[in-house]
């Protein structure tokens, strides 16, 4: 049974950490509230109706749900133009499609925050043979890592950005695998203002995963020129059954639309199928599901620290994006928590993952997830590349109360495999 699974002494301890956490967790609600009434302002100004959530089959001309999403994430990110779409298959084809719209061959692509996330250097073309990578089309790529504490290099940025060449600035919100920490949407206002001023005509691009609705802003409202991220993160809202955006100035947006589609079909044509009422009903549920993950995420920290586990942000930091870096130090231990943040899976629960070569991925990676949607990761899950030092990456939890169920058989793993 699933409760006697918890030892007393962690239910104990979870007691504690949320008593410690009340004025975080209140920081989480507040955000939520702000980032709400932005999304309803939107949906009312655009008079959204059940014929918004009717769809079209076919070329999907005229489909009122999917250009009024569109009006309303643009909206919402504060940016000219959106592209919401449920053809694009995962975050990293929505950010790819983004990255062709602001490189042209000749150009260089600048990522300003070190390596960018696995899955997208093979579109860059600096991971695997190249071919029809951006490096293939002719666009070279340069990089300035991140300060040691995790801030963007400003005075190296202002030198590689002042190469006439570089057309594209790349920035990751989001801690993804690495060990380093999220950016805040001031972080990036930082970027960009030192960006505009060596080199006014460069496009700046942010991959956007996991970091929607964690902050009352977004980077376009800081002067980023495009956003794009996936719709099974934070804008679905956990309801979204596949999909991805891209959001920002209108001739990038149409740009983009036509390196998805083909060129001079754009954005006109795209079927929803009659998913459009699950697209807006997530991205209504979005900023209280963001909180719910950012609240599991934190109380996880809490927890992991009093077991003696270092982990990245601390239980109190300000968060950016919903993942928790744990370290275990060793496979076993990274092993034992996904396995119990799996046993605490609302799907699945019964299987054991197990770690394998997932494409675009590098090293092999473990991942625990009992998803309603595959693979997605505004659900409870937790992924780690098996390298040292077995860094567990956890995020999601669609209810603040699953997900601390979650994280409480994940640390009784733990206790078991010392
Ligand atoms: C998830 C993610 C992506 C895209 O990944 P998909 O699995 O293709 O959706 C890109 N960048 C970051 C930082 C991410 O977290």
Known sequence: MLFSEIPQELDALAGAVEAELQGVFARFDRVAEVCTRRVMAAFQEFRVSEACFAGTTGYGYNDLG????????????????????????????????????????????????????????????????GDGSLKYYGVDYAQVELLPDGGPDLTAIRKAAADPKVRAVAIQRSRGYALRRALGVADIAQIVETVRKVNPAANILVDNCYGEFTEPQEPTEAGADLVAGSLIKNPGGGLAPTGGYIAGRADLVERAANRMTAVGIGGECGSTLGHNRLLYQGFFMAPHIVAQALKTAAFCAGLMARLGLRSSPAPTDPRYDIIQMIEFGSAEKLLAFCRGIQRGSPVDSFVTPVPWAMPGYEDEVVMAAGAFVQGSSIELSCDGPLREPYLGFMQGGLTYESGKLGVLLAAAEILKAK
Do not use: M, W
């Not at 940016?79 to 150009?107: K, M, Q, W, Y």
């Open 66 to 129: 999917r250009d009024t999403l569109d009006k309303i994430y643009a909206r919402v990110f504060g940016a000219e133009s959106a592209l919401v779409r449920l053809g694009f298959v995962n975050g990293t084809h929505a950010i790819a499609t983004a990255l062709f719209a602001v490189c042209r061959p000749g150009d260089t692509l600048l990522s300003v925050t070190g390596l960018p996330y696995d899955t997208l250097r093979q579109t860059i073309g600096i991971a695997g043979d």
